[in-house]
């Protein structure tokens, strides 16, 4: 044994006879080398201490150690920990470069000590529970649980608290002086914060300050308030939306999307929300969120709005009331995994977006579609169903449709005649498989104005349909498939029609039979079709098609003759079908035997690198992604009997451009008087083979620099992490400096005496004018119409903790601009994206 260890096991039972150490629990470092300085047990060791408790001790052990040195002064009673010091007391923890424990006293002080260069570390970090604080310097009584903290910053809630002087009393709480109060979490220089004198933070409740005003870059604004109360909890709370403001040239200057926000609890919150214009304009709308974990989510959205136009004094104004509901719902599929429902639901006035939207997509879109589904699938059977209801909505012909209820019953492919215990090869028949399909419907069709007139429901239409398919494939002459089929179709409606002649009007009278009717159908088809492969070689460079062609053949009686009763009656007029208004159709017309031939053709090449010097390495490259053509013939018509030829093509060029092109030919050309295809060839009557009927041509391209990485972060909570990586479109992503997205559409009709030709071209992009400024643009041009579509700018600014947005309509109806700055997350400031806010929108706060 060394004088230094020797020392040390004599000085431990000093300490042990002064009762302050307990002999189990010390731990000194025998590997220490070092001389021991004056009374300190080592230097550059990791001693580990634990109190021996006294009458008048606290009711836990303290546990704490140093990594440079550990001093006792047996005198004072007091440890001092030098370096990386580190204090443990029940849930409280404490960390500095230099701590110092009182046992006179039962208080700890911890401060930052300077390093060599003169800069300031080890600062005191204080834990207690989830709450933690960083300071300059930190006083603490582990009896009375008091403490005094200088120049603090901690965490609290969404928000940071920044004090001079903090004091912590028995019940755990905070009273600042001179605090900061920010969601910034910039710990030394926040951009903004509420500047109050006196603070008083109750943990898991709330945050009350005395007068405060804003303070935006150490500027202090104007805006004060005598007192504040600030939610300080893990849980939602309820608070005021403030509105955005702008200018609308037909609307005036309005004030948008003002209310209030009630959180309810964790799994639903809701929001109050108005917009108010200076020309007497308005508008209401209310919202909920709902989120039951591994069981659903969704939310609801109500909108009401009243738009004045023009002058009420003057003629041609106009007064239009609005409404629009939106209804999401989602189901986790682990919750059911054999039932799932679900709702996705737009429905609304036809004009509410293009008055109330500034929207692109919204303003041009003129459909909504809803539905609202329950499906199961019942577990070790074939069988399945879904019951629906549905709505479509024209907003152009302001033609509402809706279906409700709808059933479908369907059995999966099934092979009856398989073998249950299979010996030796398939057999052919083994192969066959059958499918069976039941549909029911309940629909209408009216103007939005019709609904909710007397007698509206009584134009609903209905049916049921029933399909069977049987089908099989097999193998011939190895390099052939063939695939036979046999389609079995039934209908049942409950309501036909009924045509008869009035001697007395002189016109033919439709009437509407209620009463159950059904009609049967079949067809049967054969498709043959194999794979070639051709090759051409140029050098050491290879071209590859791949041809597919298929001949197929389908046989279908013709319906509507007598013998099989569907069309007409005994004694009719003319020639008509009693199902004209089935939902499902009616039978077949005419009989058809028709040959058909596709061809598909898929090219490609491999061609040397030119980067490439050894020879060996290859690029595959595709040269046409698609290039199909068909038509078919009829041998049952007795004119008319070739179909139009069909031809399309898709490719994309220099991995960037998509190229998609279609077009049609007809065979038979055309009547000048009635525009109608006659039974003579267009060789024979112009010299050319086939008649042009249209042509379609479209270019798209989506350009970025960089590649988009998958949005993350761990700040926020689980709902605003799942509606980031849900909707990444919906934000502004700085970390691309430029995107760009193009499309052109050339359509071409031949008319009877003229060529009709339809050009859009529509232009969106963004581009990083600095690391923190981003403009987007949205923008189209029609050249038939000679007009720009929908326009927009916009230009956003990433403030770090605030977002900025300024978004400007030009021209057209709803020209205006918008004008927006407000306070991120704290997801969103680690993630360096703003969110796409737009003043309709529920989701902007």
Known sequence: MTFKHL?????????LRAGILNAQNINVSAADTLPAAPDSLSSDSTIKALLLPSPDALDSKVEYKARDSMRFALKEKKIYLYGEADVKYEQIQLKAEYIEIDWNTNIVHAE?????????????????????FDALAMDYNFKTKKGRISSVFTRQGEGYLHGDQVKKNEKDE?????????????????????????????????????????????????????????????????????????????????????????????YVDAS??????????????????????????????????????????LLGSAINKDFFITWRHNQDPKARPNSRFSASVQAGSSNYNALNSFNANNIVSNTFQSSISYS??????????????????????????????EMQFNMNRIYPLKRKEAVGAQKWFEKIGVTYTLQSRNTISLADSLYGRPGWTNKFNNGIMQSVPVQTSFQVLKYFTVTPAFNYTNRIYFSSIEKYFDETLGIVVTDTIKGVRTTNEWNASASLSTRVYSFLKLGKNTIRNVMTPQINYRYQPDFSSRIYGFYGADGGPGYYSPYDIGIYGQPAVGRQGTFGININNNIEGKFRSSR???????????????????????????????????????????????????????????????????????????????RPVSANLALTTVLASGKKEKLKSSSGSDAERNELMNNPGDYVDFTVPWSFNASFVLSR?????????????????????????????????????????????DIFRDLHCWEMHFNWIPFGFRQSYNFTIRVKSSMLQDLKVNRRRQWFDLQNQ
Request: overall charge positive; hydrophobic content about 35%; proline content about 5%.
């Open 376 to 405: 199961k699938t019942f577990a070790n059977t074939p069988f399945n169903m879904v019951v629906s209801a549905g709505h479509s909505q024209n907003t152009s012909t302001k033609v509402i449709t809706v279906s409700a209820p």
């Open 112 to 132: 930052g000590r300077p390093d060599s260069s003169g800069k300031l570390i080890g600062k005191p970090v204080f834990s207690e529970g989830a709450q933690t």
């Open 612 to 690: 490439d010097t050894t020879g060996s390495g290859m690029s595959k490259i595709s040269i046409l992604d698609a290039f199909n053509f068909g038509t078919a013939y009829n041998i049952a018509a007795d004119s008319l009997n070739w179909q139009p030829l069909s031809v399309s093509a898709r490719t994309k060029l220099f991995k960037k451009l998509d190229v998609v092109y279609s077009s049609s030919y007809d065979f038979y050309a055309i009547d000048t008087a009635s525009g109608l295809r006659v039974n003579r060839f267009q060789v024979n009557e112009t010299g050319k083979l086939l």
């Open 174 to 266: 905070f009273f600042v002086k001179n605090g900061k109060y920010t969601t910034c979490n910039l710990p030394d220089h926040p951009h903004f914060y509420i500047n109050a004198s006196k603070i008083k933070v109750i943990p898991k409740d709330k945050i009350v300050s005395g007068p405060a005003n804003l303070v935006i870059e150490d500027v202090p604004t104007p805006l004060a308030v005598p007192f504040g109360i600030f939610p300080n909890t893990s849980t939602r709370s309820s608070g005021i939306i403030f509105p955005t403001y702008g200018e609308s040239p037909g609307l005036g200057f309005f004030l948008q999307e003002g209310g209030y926000y009630f959180g309810i609890n964790d």
């Open 749 to 793: 009709r031949y008319l009877q005496d003229e060529i009709q030709n339809n050009q859009v071209l529509n232009l969106s992009g963004d581009i990083n004018l600095t690391e923190k400024w981003k403009i987007a643009l949205s923008t189209g041009y029609d050249f038939s119409q000679k007009q720009f579509s929908f326009s927009t700018v």
């Open 272 to 313: 109050l929300r108005g917009t108010i214009y200076s020309r007497g304009s308005w508008g209401l709308s209310g919202g909920t969120n709902y989120n039951y974990r591994y069981h659903y989510n969704g939310s609801f959205d109500m909108r009401y709005s009243k738009i004045l136009q023009g002058d009420p004094e």
């Open 7 to 15: 020392t040390t096991a004599l000085f431990t039972l000093l300490l």
